[in-house]
């Protein structure tokens, strides 16, 4: 593993970041909107089946919205106890299209939910509010120095657990070509003043590559680990990268 700050090195990770990033992300059909106090959240709800609202970090209190007095022209919010999530359905006589409501969370926000009424299979809406997220995340990243961080960080990406007020986001971006190496984003753990990166290498040449931290450093890398720097034709390895928000995998 190799620690550094300041470096201008552009290899690996840079090239490729730039095509993982230009590639289209595949559809899913969940939905992740993220919000602040007070603010509105836009989504689209199943005109047939189910949707599923639910609060990272926090759980909704209450729902408030007006009812039309007709059970065939309005449509239901079920709240569910133990997780803290709510269900949306719409019956298949309502005319509207388009559902909205307010509603109020255990840690006390105030969200304005407006959903379009479409005709998609039952869907879930995971709703982020960054104030949570820095909140937990300036926590667990201040216990330490930042480099110290970066590598309990580093150590939670390669066990694949999650960390505590980071925000991880599974990737769908198709695999970057550099060269006989194939490239491709997994996942990122975004905190208060961390960022992590997952990343796959392929080797599709005849020949063996070793691959050297430097060629996976971007400008302000804090830490960088390879899982087997060693790949021989055909072979896989997974790196992880850490740097500062905003700067990990950027110009």
Known sequence: ?????????????????????????AHAADQFKQTADG??????????ELTRFALVDDQFASVSKISTGTPYNDFAVTSEPVRGDIY??????YAARSISFFTTTKKGFVYKVACRVEQIPATQVFITNPVIAKNRAADWESQTPIETS???????????????????????AI????????VQLIA????????????????RGTKPVTLAERDLA??????????DPKL???ASTTAFVVGASGETGND
């Open 39 to 48: 603010a509105g959240i836009e989504c689209s709800v199943s005109a047939r």
């Open 1 to 25: 593993m190799a620690y550094r700050k300041g470096t201008h090195t552009r290899g690996l990770f840079l090239s490729a970041a730039a095509l993982l990033t230009a590639a289209s992300p």
């Open 218 to 227: 971007p400008r302000d890398t804090l830490a960088v680990s390879i899982a």
């Open 175 to 182: 695999p970057a070509r550099v060269g006989d190496l194939e």
């Open 232 to 234: 021989e034709p055909g």
């Open 150 to 172: 970066a590598v309990r960080l580093i150590q939670a990406m390669a066990n694949d657990r999650t960390v505590d007020g980071f925000e991880v986001r599974q990737s769908t």
């Open 188 to 203: 990122d753990y975004r905190g208060a003043s961390l960022t992590g990166k997952v990343v796959r290498i392929h080797n």
């Open 88 to 93: 949306v359905s719409v019956p298949e006589t």
